[in-house]
Nanobody
Framework: QLQLVESGGGLVQPGGSLRLSCVAPKLTLDWYIIGWFRQTPGKEREGVAGMRMRTSNTKYADSVRGRFTISRDNAKKTVYLQMDSLTPEDTAIYYC???????????????????????WGQGTQVTVSS
């Protein structure tokens, strides 16, 4: 099983920023898709950002587009989620996930569906509150 370790969560005021990190020491990153998901009690897990690592193509949920940015550092085997202009609605547990690389059409049509991802981190809490 792959090991994914998230960090960087915490408490931030509305309008603030956080950067989440996902370290994947056992991954050859280019073989995979990496996604960031979030979940709140009583709601389904939502894919917010993802990257098809072989091509660096990215996808974002409408709810975060323009505010969140996914990026990578191959040398550190780390994928980041920069979150800006945070609102209380962004409060959730955030998970990093990895899946075997998919074709272009599958990526563009389904890239943020949880079913494409087989390995998950333990999650990190993000709380946006004044």
């Amino acid at each position: 099983q792959l090991q994914l370790v998230e960090s960087g969560g915490g408490l931030v005021q509305p309008g603030g920023s956080l950067r989440l990190s996902c370290v994947a020491p056992k991954l050859t990153l280019d073989w995979y898709i990496i996604g960031w998901f979030r979940q709140t009690p009583g709601k389904e897990r939502e894919g917010v950002a993802g990257m098809r690592m072989r091509t660096s193509n990215t996808k974002y949920a409408d709810s975060v587009r323009g505010r969140f940015t996914i990026s990578r550092d191959n040398a550190k085997k780390t994928v980041y989620l920069q979150m800006d202009s945070l609102t209380p609605e962004d409060t959730a547990i955030y998970y990093c996930a990895a899946g075997i690389g998919v074709g272009r059409d599958t990526w563009f049509n389904n890239g943020l569906e949880a079913s494409l991802y087989s390995d998950w981190g333990q999650g990190t809490q993000v709380t946006v509150s004044s």
